[in-house]
Nanobody, 121 residues
């Protein structure tokens, strides 16, 4: 049973910082990617950032480039999202996604329970 656990959400003022953490367990091999999505009230869930486990390559949605940094800890099977210069529009529930398998169509995605990030103006 794969488990995905997030932590680190909270409330900050505009311009502040938060660091989200996500750990995964339940498999004997490393994931293909780990990443973050977010969902604001009344909106669809959207991609935020992703890191490829083997290469360390990172990908970001345009709205967070230069402000958010995703990183990983191979030994802990953990991924982190450092969020700086936060804006009210970053307010959302943030979800960690873990993907096993490299071949599209044969991948398995797992989600955490979500952690709330609120940025006040």
């Amino acid at each position: 049973q794969v488990q995905v656990v997030e932590s680190g959400g909270g409330m900050v003022q505009t311009g502040g910082s938060l660091r989200l953490s996500c750990t995964t367990s339940g498999r004997t091999f490393s994931p293909y990617t780990m990443g973050w999505f977010r969902q604001a009230p009344g909106k669809e869930r959207e991609f935020v950032a992703r890191i490829t486990w083997s290469s360390g390559n990172t990908y970001y949605t345009d709205s967070v480039k230069g402000r958010f940094t995703i990183s990983r800890d191979n030994a802990q099977n953990a991924v982190y999202l450092q969020m700086n210069s936060l804006k009210p529009e970053d307010t959302a529930v943030y979800y960690c996604q873990v993907t096993y398998g490299k071949v599209v169509g044969a991948q398995n995605n797992y989600w955490g329970q979500g952690t709330q990030v609120t940025v006040s103006s």
